[in-house]
């Protein structure tokens, strides 16, 4: 196979959760671009516009409406995709949750629970809800959102909750990775620097500390949604078949200093 053919992904099935909108939505694109058939999971019809309208490029998209953090209802789309001879080859646990600014001491239960139950639980679910009808197909490959707040604990802001959520995101990785390699399963993740996405720059506060962030970054500058999303696509390909349990910095450097 030729090194470009690597990339290519005709006959896969990817499912993308939260795949409507930012770097979701880019992880469609780049799949879909590959040749690869997508179903978007987003928690209702409207998050789903921007998907849709890839359509009109002639990509195959699909929609299920569903949250991760209901278990059963990831359980019931993996295996009505199987069921109809369309299992998912590749499974990109993109559905997160951001909030940054709340000292540790005045967290709440009820956020700190909220984070854990989508950021973390809903990447377990998916995960095994999909993988297991890859295991039962002998391949597969799931690509997390990670983030170098995993590795890193971000300044000037604190965000405990997030921070601690894709720690956990990135030992699932690695710990996945390990019991499914046997079973022809690879599963890594991207652990990207500060995005251009709703979810950060809709916070206001965010504004003023992007100077902050952009001095503790060696290439000076945040990322697109885009530049993530050809991680992902590689990662999703057969160009990354000896890559299993990485967690790949998409970080402009972050991570360096
Ligand atoms: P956005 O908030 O822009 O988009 C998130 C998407 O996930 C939305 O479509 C959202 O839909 C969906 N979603 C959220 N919760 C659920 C749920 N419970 N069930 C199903 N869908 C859900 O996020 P980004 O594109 O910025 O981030 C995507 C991923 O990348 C996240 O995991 C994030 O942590 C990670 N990341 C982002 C970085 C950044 O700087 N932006 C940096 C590092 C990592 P809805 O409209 O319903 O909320």
New binding site residues.
Partial sequence: MGYQEKFRLDGERAVV?????????CCVEALAEAGAAVVV????EA?ARGAFALRDKGYDIDLRI?????SARMEAIATDLADGGRAATILV??????QSGVPSQDVSDADWLRMM???VN?VFWCSRAFGRHMITRKRGAVVN?????GIICNRPQPQTP?NV??AA?HHLTRSMAAEWAEHGVRVNA???????????MAVVANRQRIPTWLADTPMGR??T?EE?ASAVLFLASDAASLMTGAIVNVDAGFTCW
Avoid: Q
């Fill in positions: 959760t939260g795949g409507g909108r930012a770097i979701g939505l999971i987003e928690r209702d998050d569903g949250d991760v953090t209901d646990n993109n559905a997160g949750i951001g139950d989508v950021n809903g959102l990670g983030s170098m707040s997030y959520s894709k995101v991207v652990a990207p620097t500060y995005i251009e996405t709703p979810m950060v945040m990322g949604p993530v």
